[in-house]
């Protein structure tokens, strides 16, 4: 905590408590951080454009090899958890590791990754909730006045005590997750299109068409999962509880998302998938439902797509104003910021802003005339996507530097072997994102290969200016106001 936050009294809006407080347990915080990777939003959206614009049939494997790669990542997140008694998750282990102005950068790209991929699904949401009551014969509306609707419903969840957030996320994620489980034992029972095979798993299948661009799709659909140390405030025992939520969210998510897309091929078989994630790749996962649980599993599937959306925008909502509170009470962004609801126990001035910045995004895409799946959705996808990419990998540095330096943990395993091959395979994610970053936001050359234009430019800038803007801070801190530089994080110069 900074000078400025040591005397609530000289400061009238900081009178109030600035430390969050709860009892989430394993359960609780797995739920708020899978819920975050809209598990049902990402096979009926993302694993069809895996397999179409990907490796075609091959595209289950990602899931598989992302999970390995980020279970890796997992292990040195929850050795700094044990060791780094603090919320602020990359902002705060980077901080620990490679130093506060490292750590800075770390915090404000990490609030563009979860702004960005929650403004990406309200764009969605809205055009989705649009569609939804126009063909039941309701009025057609603009997709932002839904977005609007939604913003504000989160809000009022966000604003209250975190346990009334677990809950909606608990009962939305279990109905998501059982129609999905219900559609992959359909067709296992039926024996899908072509007889039940491994062939997602076969070599030849892994490596064809593009696999770069079906990884990309593949590590998107894990965001949220690293979230668990932000609850650490609200955990009943933080050491224990947090890396148990965090094996159990990137392993459950794991074998979901590999088994759900597995299915999802086995449904219309090897030689048919890809033909039919052509032919409409959103529609893919409801067409999929309709021929393996009639009209009422397709109509409950529309509703709980639906209900996905709006799990992951309250889950990052809350994942953000968690950010925001502890850079507050950190002294980086403004005071009123790190307060806490007496009554809620929640950070609601945070959160009023975070759904105030939500707000403002969706009116200005309105203003600016932007699709709200083509250009919110996938741009902004992408944008996030990157982003989490570099942030992981930079915390896994952070993590082997920090035990390197400390010898707090002689475990080789936690605090070396894992997080070096989580930086390997992060570092190469991030490369082979970078490089398809154009298809992504649809800068494409006339033969529809990669070509970086003036979106791809614009969005990479911003990615690069907001860790820039971290240091820069983090720089002004150090020359103006040292004291309150030296314990940003508390961590070793």
């Known amino acids: 905590m900074s000078a400025v936050t040591k005397d609530p009294a000289a400061f009238p809006a900081l009178a109030q408590p600035r430390t969050l407080r709860g009892s989430l347990g394993v359960t609780a915080i797995v739920f708020m951080v899978v819920a975050a990777a809209a598990p049902l939003t990402v096979v009926g959206g993302a694993a069809p454009l895996g397999i179409l614009l990907g490796n075609g049939v091959g595209f289950p494997s990602l899931y598989a090899i992302s999970a390995v790669i980020l279970l890796f990542f997992a292990v040195g997140l929850a050795a700094m958890t044990r060791h780094v008694p603090k919320p602020g998750a990359f902002f705060t282990f980077v901080g620990y590791g490679l130093g506060r102005p490292a750590g800075l950068a770390a915090a404000f790209l990490a609030l563009l990754t979860y702004t960005a991929i929650q403004v990406s699904v309200h764009g969605y949401i809205g055009y989705l909730l649009g569609v939804t009551v126009a063909g039941l014969g309701g009025p057609e509306l603009p997709w932002y006045l839904y977005s609007l609707a939604v913003v504000a419903l ?55 068409g593009s696999p770069g661009v079906g990884l990309m799709f593949a590590i998107a659909a894990f965001i949220g999962f690293e979230a668990t140390a932000i609850f650490r405030d609200e955990a009943r025992d933080p050491v224990r509880t947090i890396p148990r939520a965090t094996y159990v969210a990137v392993i459950g998510i794991g074998v979901f998302y590999t088994l759900a897309s597995w299915g999802l091929v086995m449904a219309w078989g090897p030689s048919q998938a890809l033909a039919v994630a052509a032919d409409d790749p959103g529609a893919m996962i409801l067409v999929t439902t309709a021929k393996y649980l009639g009209p009422a599993g397709e109509l409950i599937m529309n509703v709980l797509l639906i209900t996905s959306m709006f799990a992951c925008v309250l889950s990052f909502h809350n994942v953000i104003t968690r950010y925001q ?36 995004l969706v009116v200005l895409f309105a203003v600016l005339g932007l699709d709200p799946v083509l250009q919110v959705f996938t741009w902004f996808a992408g944008v996030s996507t990157l982003a989490i990419a570099i942030l992981m990998a930079v915390t896994s540095l952070a993590v082997i530097v920090y035990f390197a330096r400390t010898r707090k943990d002689r475990r080789v395993w936690n605090t070396v072997i894992a997080p ?74």
């Open 154 to 208: 989160v809000g009022v969840l966000g604003y209250r005590h975190i346990d009334l957030s677990s809950k909606v996320l608990g009962v939305l994620l279990v109905g998501e997750v059982g129609i999905v489980l219900a559609l992959v034992a359909a067709v296992v029972l039926t024996g899908g299109g072509e007889g039940l095979s491994l062939a997602p798993f076969e070599p030849a299948n892994v490596v064809s």
């Open 420 to 493: 070096a091959l989580g930086l390997v395979g992060l570092v190469g994610s991030a490369a082979v994102i970078t490089a398809y970053f154009p298809l992504l936001v649809g800068d494409v050359d006339a033969e529809g290969a990669p070509a970086f234009g003036a979106v791809s430019a614009v969005l990479l800038t911003v990615i690069v200016a907001f860790p820039v803007f971290g240091v820069v801070q983090a720089l002004v801190l150090r020359r103006a106001r040292p004291a309150a530089y030296a314990t940003i994080t508390e961590a070793i110069a």
């Open 325 to 360: 509170h502890s850079m507050s009470n950190a002294g980086l962004l403004p005071g009123l910021l790190g307060g806490v609801h007496t009554r809620h126990s929640s950070p609601h001035s945070s959160s009023l802003v975070q759904s105030g910045t939500a707000a403002v």
